[in-house]
T-cell receptor, first 113, second 113 residues
Framework: DQQVKQNSPSLSVQEGRISILNCDYTNSMFDYFLWYKKYPAEGPTFLISISSIKDKNEDGRFTVFLNKSAKHLSLHIVPSQPGDSAVYFCAASGIQGAQKLVFGQGTRLTINP | DTAVSQTPKYLVTQMGNDKSIKCEQNLGHDTMYWYKQDSKKFLKIMFSYNNKELIINETVPNRFSPKSPDKAHLNLHINSLELGDSAVYFC????????????FGNGTRLTVT
């Protein structure tokens, strides 16, 4: 049973536009959420996170929104740049924190010039 | 000066063999992890160690044995390799702190033939 799901395996966006990546979770005990970015042949790198006490967190071009009632979070990238082309993983944790992150299966984002 | 480095990058071996993957981090982190990315692209935690002590063992077959000689190293030894062990294995580390982000190595692609 996948507790974190990214239902879009891929997304294609034009350079300069907004990219929106979505993630759903089923476990109501999750209270911390993260997004990781992964380039081919590299490990995932941390991008941005949000605690369940917030509904929005912003870092430059990246904003994460959390809707706890819907058990849904999204990552917005504005404006999208070619270097943003990568696989994006959503992850969630509960009482054990980073000791036990649960990842989604990733969404491949392609930014077209 | 790679932060989390794992070797080898690629490992091709036959069923029944025993192999090891090494991981080292130079970030001074206390916690290290092994994650497995399966054919469906999900990243799943296998083990976590804190200061050389096993914290999490996620129902991994006992053919997999992690070893942490010191807090900067976490090696993964796999006995009697099976076809289903083929995957990408990622080592990671994190600072002390419940929700400290993970820093991943670049992965080891294991192929069992």
């Amino acid at each position: 049973d996948q507790q974190v799901k990214q239902n879009s395996p891929s997304l294609s966006v034009q350079e300069g536009r907004i990219s929106i990546l979505n993630c759903d979770y089923t476990n109501s005990m999750f209270d911390y959420f993260l997004w990781y970015k992964k380039y081919p042949a590299e490990g995932p790198t941390f991008l941005i996170s949000i605690s369940s006490i917030k509904d929005k967190n912003e870092d430059g071009r990246f904003t994460v929104f959390l809707n706890k009632s819907a058990k849904h979070l999204s990552l917005h990238i504005v404006p999208s740049q070619p270097g943003d082309s990568a696989v994006y993983f959503c992850a969630a944790s509960g009482i054990q924190g980073a000791q036990k992150l649960v990842f989604g299966q990733g969404t491949r984002l392609t930014i077209n010039p | 000066d790679t932060a989390v480095s794992q070797t080898p990058k690629y490992l091709v071996t036959q069923m029944g063999n025993d192999k090891s993957i090494k991981c080292e981090q130079n970030l001074g982190h206390d916690t290290m992890y092994w994650y497995k990315q399966d054919s469906k692209k999900f990243l799943k935690i296998m083990f976590s160690y804190n200061n050389k002590e096993l914290i999490i063992n996620e129902t991994v077959p006992n053919r997999f044995s992690p070893k942490s000689p010191d807090k900067a190293h976490l090696n993964l030894h796999i006995n009697s390799l099976e076809l289903g062990d083929s995957a990408v294995y990622f080592c990671a580390s994190s600072q002390e702190g419940l929700n400290s982000p993970l820093h991943f190595g670049n992965g080891t692609r294991l192929t069992v033939t």
